[in-house]
């Protein structure tokens, strides 16, 4: 659990001059200025405040929130849920999404879109159409949307929650009847190989909340049928509870067998009283109160700790995506790492001093020898290297033993 020599690399810098000679004997510093892991969360509050549809009260909140955003987080996931994205038919909220995204890469933020495919939240408009015309729209949305944010999102969700897709009984949704007719995994097999057609160097998402054999199951269904998951997404609300350590472990064992990498894609964890354990689907559960508590926050702070740390050594995770910053978002659950205030839980503090401390890469004050090279070792991610009058900036990755640095 604490070997982390996944997450690091010995790295030999040549330096030059910017004339291509040796930088010989000279003092520069290394600086980390981002991890290459994917520390997430997300984002959806950017979309109303990326497009100046906020009054001045809750401008100014926002900008608290996206302070602390900033302060540990390069990673966001923003909304695609087509009922809200396209309620009317052709008619879907692409500028105000792409301004959103446009925000998170001004801020350095990695975008993932969430999801170009999913049961729950599916537009009405749908459920006038027949089946074939229902997949028709389905595959339309998926190259439009890939396609017009291919310069700001490069990761996506392709389908969500496919293990109960077909089962799904709350009420109908259009996609439902069209996974019955089809077969899951041709559902799946079709979206992907479509998504891929249209960009083949994004990273497409299979995603469930759904730990248990019935996704592997399906993942192995899927794989048997040719169809190239780039990453398991695996969901982890815990309203009802901490998995705890040897759960935890028990699904990183379970699912890492494929070789695919994962990324933990929906966290929480409540900071007051537990959901009863006798919901079965979360949203069930709905209570116009849900406070936070001194004790609650403790042991907020604690899981996450252990959580994080648990994922964090498996050589497979590539990101944790926590959902909901701030208190009273979903299920009006003190799952946030901040307050309603905006004021930072113990769990955020801590979150802090692991993504900027504990797993960061110190200030590196080095002198080039006589052939212009230095030598350190550090967290993957992205540097920057200074001279007195220069600089320069890279990334460190793994079994990169050697690069160049020619400062201009």
């Excluded at 981002?34 to 900008?63: I, K, M, R, W």
């Excluded at 069209?178 to 994004?202: C, D, T, Y």
């Excluded at 933990?264 to 406070?291: C, I, K, R």
Aim: proline share 4%; hydrophobic share 35%.
């Amino acid at each position: 659990m604490n070997n982390l020599d996944h997450r690091q690399q010995k790295l030999k810098v040549k330096i030059l001059d910017g004339q291509e000679k040796s930088l010989k004997n000279e003092a520069v510093e290394i600086s980390q200025t981002d991890h290459q892991f994917l520390f997430g969360c997300n984002g959806f509050e950017f979309v109303p405040y990326a497009n100046n549809q906020l009054d001045s009260e809750a401008e100014a909140n926002t900008e608290k929130y996206i302070e602390k955003f900033l302060d540990i987080f390069n990673f966001t996931t923003l909304p695609f849920y087509w009922g809200q994205f396209e309620p009317e038919r052709g008619k879907p909220r692409t500028r105000e999404l792409k301004n959103a995204a446009q925000f998170c890469q001004d801020n350095n933020l990695t975008v993932k879109g969430h999801p170009l495919s999913w049961h729950t939240l599916a537009p009405d408009w749908l459920l006038d159409l027949s089946n074939q015309e229902i997949w028709e729209a389905q595959l339309k949305r998926l190259k439009r949307d890939i396609n017009d944010f291919k310069d700001l999102v490069d990761m996506w969700d392709v389908i969500n929650e496919v293990v109960i897709m077909p089962n799904f009984d709350k009420y109908d949704n259009g996609l439902t009847r069209v996974a019955q007719a089809k077969g899951r995994i041709n559902v799946i097999k079709e979206l992907f190989a479509a998504a891929q057609k249209e960009a083949p160097k994004a990273t497409f998402i299979l995603n469930d909340f759904n730990t248990t054999a019935a996704y592997e199951i399906l993942i192995e269904g899927c794989l048997e049928a040719g169809v190239e998951i780039d990453n398991i997404g695996i969901q982890s609300h815990m309203h009802q509870g901490y998995w705890g350590l040897e759960k935890t472990q028990s699904v990183l064992e379970r699912f890492s067998r494929f070789g695919i990498p994962i990324q933990f894609s929906e966290v929480t964890m409540v900071s007051g009283e537990l959901m009863p354990a006798h919901y079965v689907d979360l949203n069930d559960y709905q209570v116009e109160n849900w406070p936070s508590t001194p004790a609650g926050e403790k042991r907020q702070a604690e899981n996450v700790v252990e959580f994080y740390k648990t994922l964090y050594s498996h050589p497979l995770v590539k990101g944790i995506t926590w959902w909901d910053l701030i208190d009273g978002q979903w299920l009006n659950a003190p799952s946030g790492l901040l307050r309603e205030d905006y004021s930072a839980k113990p769990a955020f503090n801590e979150l802090k001093k692991l993504i900027k401390d504990k797993w960061w890469t110190e200030n590196k004050n080095l002198k080039t020898d006589a052939a212009g090279e230095i030598e350190f070792e550090g967290t993957l991610g992205e540097y920057t290297l200074k001279t007195k009058n220069k600089e320069a900036s890279f990334n460190l990755e793994k079994d990169q033993a050697k690069i160049i640095l020619n400062l201009s």
